[in-house]
């Protein structure tokens, strides 16, 4: 399989559930990150994963929690959601130079959320 | 904050016409990717930018930076169909990580 995946890519949740977005990259690179995608919202960055380091962190809620155990995978926990978490969760990855500064992005399709 | 203002928001135009999508920001950027994006897929890259000036042709679409890396522009010649879309502008700040995604655009091109 090629460029990255994201899977599920549909999920419905109760506000009480515990789930795991998944992404997994095939390019090689060492940079990853999650955005939300909402309804008439630019795409908003979520995390940054560069070499395995968290390097970003845009004052997301303790409810969202991402894990990135290695340069080709990286996860996104999710418990205790609200109804306004529903969006498009995107994963991307990019070549990171080593003095910070990021290559361009390549994205997967995407975990479309549903918190009832 | 930074922010990447798009223009405009909805466009819906007959097929043949050409059209041109305007990103800007008052930010400086070290780089700027243009991105369609289809419903229910993520955004897929249309290209880079990253010379003040820099104009890239894809086919039918031309890009160009602004001189001062605070804006650029996407023109369509001779819209398709499969045109149709959301396009994404975003800027990334010169040693960082943190792209900036533009409000963007959704196009319809009518057959």
């Known amino acids: 399989e090629t460029g990255v995946t994201q899977t599920p890519r549909h999920l419905v949740m109760g506000m009480t559930n515990k789930k795991s977005l998944k992404c997994e990259q095939h390019?090689?690179?060492?940079?990853m990150y999650w955005y939300k995608q909402s309804a008439k919202k630019p795409l908003e960055l979520m995390f940054v994963?560069?070499?395995?380091?968290?390097?970003e962190n845009n004052s997301v809620p303790s409810r969202f929690s991402p894990e990135c155990p290695n340069s080709s995978h990286l996860f996104l926990h999710l418990h205790t959601l609200q109804p306004e978490d529903s969006a498009l969760y995107l994963c991307a990855s990019s070549q990171a130079p080593p003095r910070g500064g990021a290559d361009t992005q390549y994205f997967g399709p995407g975990t479309r959320l549903t918190v009832l | 904050t930074q922010l990447l203002e798009q223009s405009p928001q909805f466009l819906s135009i007959q097929e043949g016409e050409n059209l041109t999508v305007y990103c800007n920001s008052s930010s400086v950027f070290s780089s700027l990717q243009w991105y369609r994006q289809e419903p229910g897929e993520g955004p897929v890259l249309l290209v880079t930018v990253v010379t003040g000036g820099e104009v890239k042709k894809l086919k039918r679409l031309t890009f160009q930076f602004g001189d001062a890396r605070k804006d650029s522009s996407l023109h369509i010649t001779a819209a398709q169909p499969g045109d149709t879309g959301l396009y994404l502008c975003?800027?990334?700040?010169?040693?960082?990580?943190?792209?900036?995604f533009g409000t963007g655009t959704r196009l319809k091109v009518l057959a």
């Open positions: 975003a800027g990334l700040t010169s040693g960082t990580y943190k792209y900036i």
């Open positions: 390019l090689g690179h060492n940079a």
């Open positions: 994963y560069s070499l395995e380091e968290r390097v």
